[in-house]
């Protein structure tokens, strides 16, 4: 099968019939193991099956950038290098990096961290606005714009959901500073808040996805025919790849993103002070008009839990068990508090309070979510801790691995420590997620190829 080159689009897929694939923020590598799966194996299978469609499609990573400004030595960049170690692989900050260094690709996809988006006027670009320094959203619409013509026909980021309500003085203002940069450079756009629990996942990890279409593509047609009407949000790649309970009439709201990038990074939401986003949990845009609306998912599928990546005791370290000196600490941290508190900084009193998380975790349903604090001995509120038997313990490396679907010992490496191990899946996102998303696209790919009697890569 052949993937046929598109010249208004961005040319060809690699000689092998499969997408090529920038990977933008790469960390450990969770865009990589959802697209191409690890050794061939599938997430959603426990790396037990093949990837679905490998044999007839499917992607290939060309290139990928990990960079981390905060730490001196490269961690995430280290794992990612040993794991993938014939990878097209870019350990510099993605600022330096020229865009014509970076190969054409049909998809770009990366999970982006969460900054301030506004933008800003600058007397030394001549090309007008662009957003403030360091902000990495706008290292994706550098890319985008500089790429031109042979820009990627498909993107796939990710983010945290609370971008859809940022800032807090202008909520959703930063996502329409998105979109409307998008718009600007010919992609229409469908988001998602997912829960990965709510498709069968072991971890409740709750991220937003959002993936752009570029004119010319049957994606981009199919938002742009439907106007937020009920296909457009079942039909989508993100509706096939997440299920939704039909879309209830009347509840898909419409808006437009007017001005300038410089204007919208100013006035977006500004006048009513609203405490409301006008960003639902699901979304389409096109041409710079967007329909949102809250859906529901609909899963019949089975439900992995805490208890299903467990190991067991007999292969836990003892460092991972919590004694009984540091018990009644764990149990203050998790337990509800109501007391008085002093800011020491400005000299006042006040009365803190909150309610008690469970000790230890419940395993018999989808872990909470793990965020980048998990590693380390000392009692924590936030960390996991799990009874197995009589044994009462954090939860291991592999174990954070398996809630977000990577393969076991994917980050064990020389002078990784088990804290660091733990604060890359912090970061991360669930694997399966993306091989949904990614194997919803080849199917929309080929169905809509095989309409136009063009053969593209099926799964």
Not at 236 to 256: E, K, N, Y
Not at 276 to 290: D, L, W
Not at 307 to 336: C, H, M, T
Not at 356 to 372: E, G, H, M, V
Request: aromatic residues 8%; charged residues 25%; contains cysteine.
């Amino acid at each position: 099968m052949v993937l046929q080159e598109n010249s208004s689009l961005s040319g060809p897929a690699t000689a092998n019939n499969r997408l090529r694939v920038v990977e933008l923020f790469a960390g450990v590598g969770g865009f990589r193991l959802g697209l191409e799966g690890w050794e061939g194996k599938s997430a959603l299978s426990g790396y037990r099956m093949p990837l679905r469609g490998r044999n007839e499609g499917g992607y290939d990573v060309v290139w990928s950038n990990q960079w981390e400004p905060s730490t001196k030595r490269q961690h995430a960049n280290e794992v990612y290098e040993a794991r993938w170690p014939k990878a097209h692989h870019c350990g510099d900050d993605i600022g330096t990096v020229p865009t014509e260094d970076i190969p054409n690709h049909d998809l770009l996809v990366g999970g982006f961290p969460c900054q301030d988006y506004s933008v800003a006027t600058t007397l030394k670009n001549s090309k007008g606005l662009r957003g403030k320094k360091g902000v990495l959203w706008w290292q994706i619409e550098r890319i985008l714009r500089e790429k031109g013509d042979s820009a990627p026909r498909y993107l796939f980021l990710e983010n945290v959901d609370r971008l859809l309500k940022s800032p807090s003085s202008q909520r959703g203002r930063d996502f329409a500073i998105m979109l409307a940069s998008l718009s600007d450079l010919g992609y229409a756009v469908e988001w998602r808040v997912v829960n990965a629990a709510d498709y069968g996942m072991p971890q409740r990890r709750r991220r937003i996805f959002f993936m752009g279409y570029k004119k010319g593509t049957p994606e981009f047609e199919l938002l742009q025919r439907d106007q937020g009407q009920q296909a457009s949000f079942e039909e989508s790649v993100m509706g096939q790849a997440f299920p939704i309970q039909p879309v209830r009439p009347g509840t898909v709201l419409a808006g437009q993103l007017e001005g300038s990038l410089e204007e919208l990074s100013k006035t977006f939401n500004a006048e009513k002070r609203s405490a409301i986003s006008p960003f639902q949990k699901s979304g389409v845009m096109v041409n710079r008009v967007y329909w949102t609306t809250d859906v529901i998912s609909e899963w019949d599928g089975s439900f992995a839990t805490l208890g299903d990546v467990l190991q067991p005791n007999k292969e836990v370290d003892a460092s991972f068990k919590i004694d009984k000196e540091s018990l009644e600490r764990w149990k203050y941290l998790k337990g509800s508090k109501r007391e008085p508190r002093t800011n020491k900084a400005l000299g006042y009193t006040y009365m803190f309070s909150e309610g008690a998380l469970a000790f230890p975790d419940p395993i018999d349903r989808p872990s909470r979510t793990i965020i980048t604090g998990e590693g380390g001995a000392s009692p924590s509120r936030t960390k996991h801790a799990v009874k197995q038997g009589r044994t009462l313990r954090r939860l291991t490396p592999i174990e954070l691995e398996r809630l977000n679907m990577f393969p076991d010992d994917h980050t064990r490496l020389e002078g990784v420590s088990d804290g660091r191990r733990a604060f890359f899946m912090g970061n991360a996102l669930v694997v399966g997620i993306i091989e949904r998303v990614g194997t919803a696209l080849l199917e929309s790919i080929n169905v809509s190829s095989a309409c136009h009697e063009i053969k593209r890569p099926t799964v």
